[in-house]
């Protein structure tokens, strides 16, 4: 790990990215004030001054109404928002002599742990995760904010483990609860999972918008509003991610939640990197990270819901590669054909691969051989 780690830092070096920071000073000079105040705009960021207005106000002019319905839109839900919870009882999960339930009471969701004897049930606040693949529960408890101990995973339609979380049998009820989630780790997981979480430096849990909505790759909309009402077009005061380079894109603004290649530097030996989509495409060998046709873009609409058929992600491959041996090459499409089939290539050179602590296969995107024994060729 620590050799990849080496390698991985000299390639951004020599790919000339500098994604971590952005210095004031440039080549000795100071830097000019921008005009479009969200110039650099990250998911990450606040822009001072500048107020959200939610998408309601986005659909009235743009047409990507669905993007309300997609599964970003809902990768933060408020409680007695989760359809998990929504007409069934999930089955306790037993730890030593403790016992954890999470179910719908009324109107609203609650995480309960009992030995028998005592139980604690607090109200969870926010269910992070639409539930496809799981769900994890945020609940307040004393006056600090926890993370379930467990969570539901679609495939078994149970509780189990939450990531990360320890298997050790719990020494006290208080112990059982679950983990005490760090201010720093608070603002890191709610400003991926929702909507405006952050201001003045503090996360405003009473302000956010449940999901990545709108504002959350394109900026706060209050100062673009007033653009379009005085047809101030040339100053849109908007930020479209589409004008960032394919490896700015993918690394640096995608990467800022989906986990780029230089945030896996930072994290302990032995993480499972499998889940962390631009890693893992920067790692395909022969691939240009730097070409249009690799971005996340140019294979998801992050306004839609994701296509999940195999058969969808033909085009983007032929976008690069011949789909036949005999065909012949272009400017354009340089890449060879596959020996083996023209269709479904995903199934082949991005293979779903288990994270059984997840309970679930994910797309592996790296783009890489996969021999007949299943081991993997870089």
């Not at 640096?252 to 989906?258: A, I, L, N, P, R």
Request: neutral net charge; aromatic residues 8%.
């Amino acid at each position: 790990m620590k050799i990849i780690k080496i390698i991985l830092t000299l390639l951004t070096l020599a790919v000339g990215t500098t994604f971590c920071f952005k210095p004031d000073l440039l080549h000795g000079q100071e830097r000019q004030p921008k005009k479009n105040l969200l110039a650099d705009w990250r998911p990450f960021q606040e822009v001072p001054g500048v107020n959200y207005v939610g998408s309601d106000k986005c659909v009235k002019c743009h047409e990507n109404a669905a993007q309300i319905s997609s599964p970003m839109a809902h990768a933060l839900l408020k409680s007695g928002q989760s359809d998990v919870l929504s007409g069934q009882t999930l089955a306790p999960f037993r730890l030593g002599d403790y016992s954890y339930q999470v179910k719908r009471q009324g109107d609203a969701d609650v995480y309960s742990v009992t030995d028998g004897k005592s139980t604690i049930s607090e109200p969870i606040l926010f269910s992070f995760g639409e539930g496809r693949v799981g769900q994890t529960y945020v609940f307040r408890h004393k006056g600090l904010l926890y993370e379930s101990r467990v969570s539901f995973y679609r495939t078994i339609r149970s509780l189990d483990f939450t990531v990360a979380q320890t298997h050790e049998v719990p020494t006290s009820l208080e112990d059982a609860l679950g983990r005490e989630i760090s201010q720093k780790e608070q603002q890191n997981c709610f400003s991926c999972h929702s909507t405006a979480a952050v201001s003045k430096g503090q996360l405003q849990l009473e302000h956010l918008t449940p999901g990545v909505n709108c504002e959350a790759c394109h900026g706060p909309g209050e100062k673009h509003l007033a653009a379009v009402a005085a047809k101030d077009f040339k100053n849109l005061q908007i930020f479209n991610p589409g004008d960032l380079s394919p490896l700015e894109m993918t690394q640096d603004f995608c990467g800022s939640c989906h986990v780029s290649f230089d945030k896996v530097l930072n994290m302990p030996e032995g993480t499972d990197t499998i889940r962390f989509q631009p890693y893992r495409l920067f790692n395909s060998k022969g691939h240009n990270p730097n070409d249009a046709r690799l971005s996340c873009t140019a294979c998801h609409n992050p306004h839609e819901k994701t296509d999940r058929e195999p058969a969808y992600f033909d085009a983007k491959c032929a976008a690069c590669h011949l789909t036949s041996p005999k065909e012949a090459k272009t400017s354009v499409r340089m890449a060879p054909a596959c020996p083996v089939s023209s269709e479904k290539c995903v199934t082949c050179h991005m293979p779903k691969t288990d994270v059984p602590e997840m309970h679930f296969k994910f797309t592996d995107h790296q783009i890489q051989i996969v021999k007949s024994t299943g081991s993997h060729q870089n």
